[in-house]
DNA sequence: TGTAATTCCTACCAATTTGGTAGTATAATA
DNA sequence: TATTATACTACCAAATTGGTAGGAATTACA
């Protein structure tokens, strides 16, 4: 029950591009700031591109910028870009398992999973400005 | 941010004997009832063996079962057995950091870890059965 | 007292995930 | 057109996950 790396490196480097609204922000800046490695910083910002949750500015004077306002950036949102979905246990969207209804195992991973994303999608990227 | 097989077998494990709470249960009759290989539980209960959770009988007629009634078995504390403090965050009990008490970071990891623990510390074994 | 049933312990192992690094291509713009 | 960025592809080591194998120790019971 760990978030990975990931995970909580691309949260920083969200709140990051939250905090610089203005202009692009480049993965050198962010890296000596925050002490991760230019590499590995690019790897995870890049699945945040594709996944359309920042904007690009190429060559010179470029980086990368939010393409929303932050207070409309859940959380979540962000997490499950890196860590798809947050699931405790296989069982969860498991459409092959007709059981659901009664089984006491899946009704306790069905409750820890929706209150784990209940809390990462009640908080947005404004909360940490 | 999944739990591991290791953790939901043990679960299970300690539901099998929560019904069974007159004798001994062995391994070999949870394997197959759960289907489950008898090596990979007998891995997993030697862990919940050791943390004292579970009462052994050697020999024939032998197994397992609980030293305490299930409703005083919290999840939380089967779960904590085989995947260690569930952090979502490394820095959540690093104690060479000490800015805790004003980085935003941390209170959110910090959240999600009473959350999780709150809601697994809630339910006891009784809810099971 | 012997044997079957059971746990205990140590070692091993393959697949996956994690946490990166390296090098080159491509794109934009000053 | 030179410079400064990102984009893409490939590789890699360490740790974790999810097991398996084999034998030793212990006990019940015939």
Do not use: Q
Request: proline letters at 3%; a neutral charge; charged letters at 30%.
């Amino acid at each position: 029950m760990k978030m990975s790396t990931r995970g909580r490196y691309a949260l920083i480097i969200m709140i990051n591009l939250a905090k610089n609204e203005e202009g692009y922000l480049s993965i050198k800046e962010i890296s000596e700031k925050e002490n991760i490695s230019i590499k590995y910083l690019e790897k995870i910002i890049s699945l945040l591109s594709k996944a359309g949750l920042v904007c690009v500015g190429h060559g010179k004077n470029g980086g990368y910028k939010l393409v929303k306002k932050p207070n409309e950036y859940k959380i979540g949102e962000i997490l499950r870009v890196t860590e798809g979905p947050m699931e405790p246990a296989p069982c969860i969207n498991d459409s092959n398992c007709d059981k659901k209804d009664t089984c006491e195992v899946y009704s306790f991973w069905n409750g820890l999973y929706e209150n784990i994303n209940s809390y990462v999608d009640d908080k947005t990227l404004a909360d940490f400005l």
